[in-house]
């Protein structure tokens, strides 16, 4: 039976050129605007899924977990994504208010971990948002419960084709809603090959915003 043995040295990423230095005395007083900054050029380079992340969630109990989301915008305070009401991941965020959200892009060595409280978007908006979806993914989050059994997979296909091929609208289901993560606190970390890589934390205060480089 072989075996993966790991190397015996370490190997640190590296910052990859074109991507700006991390550097605190010249970070921006808000933290998402340093984010919409990086997420702008891991676009503009076109990394593979730039905006999928881990999520990570508690029970009321303290039982972690965590699962791959897309992130759909980095706003000013918040970071927007959309989810199942009922899931595990929905259940908890509603049980806890809080939430944290950690990004890794190769292609530029960096990464980013934050934490916050969870806001749940209004009706309104989530009928908007809802509405914006093209229909098959209308159709997918209406037919589709995350995390129950999946009984009857040819049913639910089924189902799902009939929702694409109707010319009625698909109204949003009540357990489909958008959420925004609003950070109180933020590290956002640059790799280098000889390990002492870079950090930027930021902590929000009743004053506001704080920052300043850790040890990594």
Not at 182 to 197: I, K, Q, S, Y
Request: with cysteine.
């Amino acid at each position: 039976m072989s075996r993966l043995t790991p190397a015996t040295t370490n190997s640190f990423p590296a910052l990859a050129s074109g991507a700006a230095p991390l550097d605190a005395a010249s970070a921006p007083g808000n933290p998402c605007l340093l984010l919409q900054d990086w997420v702008h050029h891991i676009l503009s380079i076109e990394a593979v899924e730039p905006m999928y992340v881990t999520l990570a969630t508690a029970s009321a109990s303290g039982i972690p977990s965590s699962r791959t989301v897309q992130l759909l915008a980095v706003e000013d305070d918040a970071l927007l994504f959309t989810t199942n009401f009922g899931s595990r991941k929905g259940v908890e965020m509603l049980e806890t208010g809080r939430a944290a959200v950690s990004l890794y892009w190769r292609e530029t060595a960096q990464s980013v971990n934050i934490t916050g409280k969870i806001v749940i978007a209004t009706d309104a908006e989530n009928d908007r948002r809802f509405a914006e979806d093209s229909r098959p993914v209308q159709a997918a989050r209406t037919v589709s419960f995350h995390g129950l059994p999946l009984e009857d997979e040819a049913a639910q296909l089924k189902a799902h084709g009939d929702l694409v091929a109707s010319a009625d609208i698909i109204p949003r289901p009540d357990y489909w809603r958008w959420y925004r993560l609003v950070p109180d606190a933020v590290t956002f970390w640059e790799g280098h090959p000889e390990a002492l890589n870079r950090r930027v934390h930021y902590a929000r205060g009743a004053a506001g915003w704080s920052h300043g480089a850790v040890q990594s």
